[in-house]
């Protein structure tokens, strides 16, 4: 995708960029979307080539994103980290869709063998909110947030059906503009519409066209039929179906759920005879749902921002950009019952002004991540997810964890090691783990096994599946540890504590081990526990950040 200076960040969104709009937000949204289309991580220098903007501006920016836990700098990087996710989680949960409806997607998902996606629009093109993917050698790599082009697409026809002239005229003008779909990074470029035209792929029909004579058609057969097909319209071999669910109070297409394959399992006939009348008993079901739900309850409204904000300039000075910092956090006064707020409810949600607040929200609105709509209410739009979750929405565990186990290995100067317990539930895995440079050390490659009972990580694992318990993880479930005094080997001791998801389970076990010549037992407790606990902490906080709206594998 070409470079785009701050002052174009999203030309897409709006003509020209309003008086009162926040200079520093604009930049630092840019920054943020640079990096998101990067897969997560850049150089400060490839950050100020691909946004037009100073070094020294850029790195003010990293600085402010860095002091709000949304990025880190990782050697020379500026790498995106789960925390960024809370942006993305605003909208999802405001959406309340992914919440109601995930959970049938999955079933589908599982019943079919086939991967399943929930898409809303997004101006022209469609953007994933869910995504329930089968692990194949060959599966599809979509990720929650990835917005592709409405035409290339089997939700995009159904959406269309509901296009007004305006939208088909920006739509027009896309085309015009963008004619290898390169403002559209989730997908493969298309062939130059100015240039030759080349074959279209193998097909059954005429869908594989892009054209605009082609997209008409089949939102028509869309309008028409009820459903629609993607008979690879993305790439040769990739097909689907989609089928619109409708929200019950105005009857217009709410999300689209589709069932994604290809060609060497289904091909475009295929889902319609087998998979289609499976999808639509799936939607029936997403509809009730959506009927039935009860009216969300208010969350808790983000509290101190304002005077976190305020202390952080106080002690960065000009480092840090409190505006910058302000604009990001009035997107994360909205969620789940706070789908639609007054300027005066996100002021107040924020802390911050009634003039600051106006300032970010204009700003927002320029950059087609919050709506304005004529009761003088905002709500975000689907662009928020731009923000860094696509790059974070396929994370594991152990790639979250690494960063804080590198940080606590050099904190303590010793090894620290991330497991988890194996399914027949006797051995652990290890699946993450940071070293020193000391000379007697311990080194075990990720993705050893052990036996459970005999380690400290073990214990831990199973003092909370275990039952009964014996004596040993009675003690270790209680105190919230395990010290295990070289029991595995002679002169190793470890110590480990849970690291526990969303819902209070352990879903692995964290541990930093030694000599027996470096630190008594009273010394591994006293010095080293305190530090395991607060690496633990951080790395649940980032799990349950990013485990809200997507599938985090603990290994």
């Known amino acids: ?153 089997a939700p995009g026809a159904l959406f269309a059906t509901e296009w007004t002239e305006a939208d088909w005229t920006r739509w027009r003008e896309r085309r015009a503009e963008d004619t290898r779909d390169a403002s559209f990074p989730a997908v493969p470029p298309r062939a130059d519409l100015t240039a030759a035209p080349s074959p279209p792929p193998p097909s059954s029909d005429s869908s594989s066209d892009p054209s605009s004579d082609s997209f008409a058609e089949r939102v028509e057969g869309a309008r028409r039929d009820g459903w629609a097909v993607d008979d690879q319209l993305i790439e040769p071999g990739l097909v689907a179906v989609s089928v619109p669910v409708r929200d019950p109070g105005t009857g217009r297409v709410a999300c689209v759920a589709s069932v994604v394959s290809h060609t060497s399992r289904h091909s475009a006939a295929d889902l319609r005879t087998s998979l289609l009348p499976r999808l639509r008993t799936a939607v029936t079901a997403m509809e009730t749902d959506l009927r039935g739900a009860p009216a969300p309850e208010p969350g808790p409204a983000p509290a101190g921002l304002a005077t976190w904000t305020t202390a952080s300039k106080h002690e960065l000075g000009r480092d840090f950009v409190e505006s910058l910092a302000r604009g990001l956090t009035v997107l994360t006064a909205f969620g789940e019952g706070r789908s639609a707020l007054s300027l005066t409810e996100v002021a107040r949600a924020t802390g911050l002004s009634r003039a600051t607040a106006r300032r970010a929200l204009l700003t927002h609105e320029h950059l087609g991540l919050v709506a304005a709509h004529p009761d003088r209410t905002f709500t975000l739009t689907p662009r928020v997810l731009d923000l860094g979750f696509p790059a974070l929405s396929r994370t594991t565990l152990p790639r979250l964890a690494e960063p804080h186990l590198r940080a606590l290995a050099d904190a303590v100067r010793e090894p620290t090691a991330l497991a988890v317990l194996t399914n027949d539930g006797k051995e652990i895995q290890y699946t993450a783990g940071a070293g020193t440079s000391r000379v007697l050390t311990v080194r075990i490659t990720v993705g050893t096994r052990l036996p459970a009972p005999a380690t400290s990580l073990g214990r831990v694992l199973l003092a909370d599946t275990a039952d009964p318990l014996s004596s040993t993880l009675t003690e270790v479930r209680s105190q919230g540890y395990a010290l295990v005094d070289e029991e595995l080997e002679s002169g190793l001791r470890s110590i480990a504590v849970p690291v526990r998801d969303r819902t209070g389970r352990t879903v692995a076990a964290l541990n930093v081990s030694t000599h027996a010549a470096r630190r008594t037992l009273r010394d591994v407790v006293a010095d080293l526990l305190p530090a395991l606990h607060a690496t633990a902490a951080h790395i649940q906080q980032d799990l349950h950040t990013a485990s809200r709206f997507t599938h985090v594998p603990p290994s």
């Open 1 to 153: 995708m070409p470079a785009m200076t701050a002052v174009d960040a999203d030309a897409r969104a709006g003509t020209g960029t309003p008086a009162e709009a926040v200079g520093p937000l604009l930049r630092g949204v840019t920054v943020l979307r640079r990096l998101t289309e990067a897969g997560g991580t850049l150089s400060p220098s490839a950050l100020e080539r691909a946004t037009g903007l100073a070094r020294s501006t850029v790195d003010r920016i990293t600085g402010t994103l860095g002091r709000m836990g949304y990025v880190r700098l990782d050697g020379r990087d500026v790498v995106l980290t789960p925390r960024v996710m809370e942006l993305g989680n605003a909208y999802l949960a405001a959406l309340r869709l992914p919440a109601l409806l995930d959970a049938r997607a999955d079933a589908l998902a599982d019943e079919l063998d086939e991967s399943v996606s929930l898409a809303v629009p997004d101006l022209d093109g469609i953007r994933f909110i869910h995504q329930a993917t089968r692990r194949r050698a060959l599966s599809v790599s979509f990720r929650i947030g990835d917005l592709l082009p409405a035409e290339r697409t």
